[in-house]
């Protein structure tokens, strides 16, 4: 079991920026993937980002260029940097992780989708406003 716990959301304005954090416990040492997802109310699940055991990356489109996804292995937490951030950005981000041995395959051949995830967390909300 992996019990992940977000912080860092809040309300800030269009342009600015905001660092969101993941911290992971448990049987940490077993995930392959880890990834962050948003939810805008009324909308699908969105892959926002994904970072391998490998260290590779993968973004969604929506995101790209403006998010950062890193990780600190020492401190077994889960980054997402926020850089220009948009009105649309604003949803419920979740971060996830993965014990599934192939997860890096499923990303990086169909992109950052919610399949491969096991474990959730509770999610901290971000709000962009004009």
């Known amino acids: 079991q992996v019990h992940l716990v977000e912080s860092g959301g809040g309300s800030v304005q269009a342009g600015g920026s905001l660092r969101l954090s993941c911290a992971a416990s448990?049987?940490?040492?077993?995930?392959?993937?880890m990834g962050w997802f948003r939810q805008a109310p009324g909308k699908e699940r969105e892959g926002v980002a994904a970072?391998?055991?490998?260290?590779?990356?993968t973004y969604g489109e929506s995101v790209k260029g403006r998010f950062t996804i890193s990780q600190d292995n020492a401190k077994n937490t889960l980054y997402l940097q926020m850089n220009s951030l948009k009105l649309e950005d604003t949803a419920m981000y979740s971060c996830?992780?993965?014990?599934?041995?192939?997860?890096?395959?499923?990303?990086?051949?169909?992109?950052?989708?919610?399949?491969?995830?096991?474990?959730w967390g509770q999610g901290t909300q971000v709000t962009v406003s004009s």
């Open positions: 996830a992780a993965s014990d599934v041995e192939s997860c890096g395959v499923y990303i990086q051949n169909l992109g950052v989708r919610a399949v491969p995830f096991s474990y």
């Open positions: 448990g049987s940490t040492a077993s995930t392959y993937c």
């Open positions: 970072i391998l055991n490998d260290g590779a990356k």
